[in-house]
């Protein structure tokens, strides 16, 4: 019995000093993360985790693709493209800011 005892003290000790260094590495982790970055870096970093928020935000509508005949060997980039106005919005604008993208 007293030797259970003895080992379930050291497991209670040797936890503690666990969760002690857990925090203080994390802790020291935390305080020096922007130590020695500029602040065009951090601004990036900024930039990603709100742009991570905002994509959360987007509805992605696939639709079913239409063929098009499509020149290999223009003159021109542009002819490659067909005509825009043969290819109306797929969706209803909510808002006064939308985007659709249209590839091939």
């Given at each position: 019995m007293l030797e259970s005892n003895k080992n379930l003290k050291?497991?209670?000790?040797?936890l503690g000093?666990?969760?002690?260094?857990?925090?203080?590495i994390y802790g020291g982790i935390s305080l020096t993360q922007n130590i020695g970055k500029s602040q065009k870096v951090t601004s990036i970093e900024s930039a990603e985790k709100k742009m991570d928020k905002l994509y959360k935000d987007i509805t992605v509508n696939i639709i079913e693709p239409r063929k098009g005949q499509v020149n290999i060997n223009p003159p021109d980039?542009?002819?490659?493209?067909?005509?825009?106005?043969?290819?109306?919005?797929?969706?209803?604008?909510?808002?006064s800011s939308f985007i659709e993208i249209f590839f091939h």
């Open positions: 050291t497991i209670v000790i040797l000093i666990a969760l002690v260094v857990f925090g203080l980039l542009k002819e490659t493209l067909p005509d825009i106005s043969k290819y109306p919005p797929q969706v209803v604008e909510t808002t």
